[in-house]
């Protein structure tokens, strides 16, 4: 009898013995940069011709790992593979499949530091984000484990006198799963042990700039005891790999979490039925966002720029639910701004390994992306804070704010998924929250207000999968805050939520007639 879920702690470090022992782990891993990693197919080890690296995106230079370019007939031998191993994994019985989740949390939790060590050197986390990465991974393996015990009972339907009827859920086939890197151990492990305790068999390709964890992961399930072929990995350009798999016809759902672009492409890419495809490709596709929060003048003023601060430079502001927009109405609004300039300009900055409040963007590229939008800024608003690069070999960038950004200016509507802030003024509350909806994504928000008539309207009003009154909008957690947004910001799948696993499963209604 398992015991009900609950959430895994965080670490605190302010504790010495806490912290030593995340200065060990993070020693451990940092003997370990710079080895090869091969693609693991049907379990073996494989190695190919060409190569990439993953790299410290803060110390610019350090080698986090070399990994295998795959190329289509990798990628053509992993989906075989995952088609065959279907056969046997999904008859293995759903409390065992459950049972090797469990298992890798317990090996997880036993190697927490190790694994948030890892998300330090290869994407810049600093401890606490990296913790809280690997204690989200966590949640969701206990999660999923107890879920699927819960959809393999028997499902309640309306006895009638004539027949004897079932309904019970099976899964799908073979799951292609593409994540991001900004939660390089929780959305990747969230996507695939969803898919694998339903029963399914994956290819996992995870996001170049993360995928060392990508095999640390696999590593770790093979350990809990999950056979040879129910999980693949297959690292390399998502433009080739990751477009053959997902447009394979033996490929029966596609799970993907990353940005708008990628992501629309995906969908229209599964849609087109191919030549011997059997089914229409399932895809759940979690996408960008463009998340506002809204301060009134009757707020709790101090509580309200401390939770501004933490969502819009928390990580860098490269979290998916990270405030990029701030609606302030007009009576707080200049004091408001001095309130979080003078917070965000206490931040310091640095390696992930020093653990700065503020570490590096993720590489070169995002550096680039970053520092063009906060040019296209300094046109669309007045620059309050950063506005530039910070010193270090790293991609460092000091968190920004503009003010006086118009709605609809280009800072305003798309992500930039970096520490960038635009501030809009509004006239009132209900125009801060039409302010607020005026945009194509619908992941997070957050209303800060004392006034339950407004709490209510948010709540009606609010057009976002996950919405915060008076707290910061982002640090969802596993069944507390089931994770998802509307519109462009995705197929809500609501990660960590009791409808999940559904979305890996097809209901079966058996009905045999008594004689
Ligand atoms: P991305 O879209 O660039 O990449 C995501 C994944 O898609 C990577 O593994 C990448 O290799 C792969 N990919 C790229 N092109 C592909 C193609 N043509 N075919 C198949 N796969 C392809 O996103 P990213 O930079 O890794 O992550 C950041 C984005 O993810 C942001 O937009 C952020 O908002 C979003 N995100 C959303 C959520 C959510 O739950 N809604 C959570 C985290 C991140």
Redesign the pocket.
Known sequence: MLTPFQNEPITDFSVESNRKRMLEAIAKVEAQLGQEYPLVINGERIYSEEKFQSMNPSEKDQVVGILQKANTDHAEQAIQVATERFEYWKRVPPEERAMILLRAATLLRNRKHEFAAWQIFEVGKNWLEADADVAEAIDYLEFYAREMIRYAQPQPLTPIATERNEYFYIPLGPVVV??????PLA?MLGMTTAALVTGNTVVL?????SAVIGYKFVELMEEAGLPPGVLNLVTG???T???Y??AHPKTRMIA????????I??YE?AAKVQPGQKWLKRVIA????KDAIIVDADADLEDAAKAVVASAFGFQG????AASRLILTEPIYDDFIEAIKARTEALSIGPAKEDHPVGPV?NAG?EVKILSYIEIGKGEGQLVTGGEKAEGNGYYIRPTIFKDVDENARIAQE?I?GPVLAVIKAKDFDDALRIANNTEYG?TGSVFTKDPMKIEKAKREFHVGNLYINRKCTGALVDVHP???FNM??TDSK?GGRDYLLLFLQGKSVSEKYR
């Not at 979690?286 to 966002?289: A, F, K, N, P, R």
């Not at 490269?318 to 639910?321: A, H, M, T």
């Open positions: 593409i994540p991001p890197w900004n939660f959305i390709k995870p996001s170049s700039d350009p998502g433009s790999v990751g477009d798999l997902v993907f979490t990353g940005s708008k672009e990628v992501g492409h995906i890419l979690e996408m960008g966002g490269q979290k998916c639910s993720i995002a992500e998924f992941l994770f998802g947004g910001s995705g990660a």
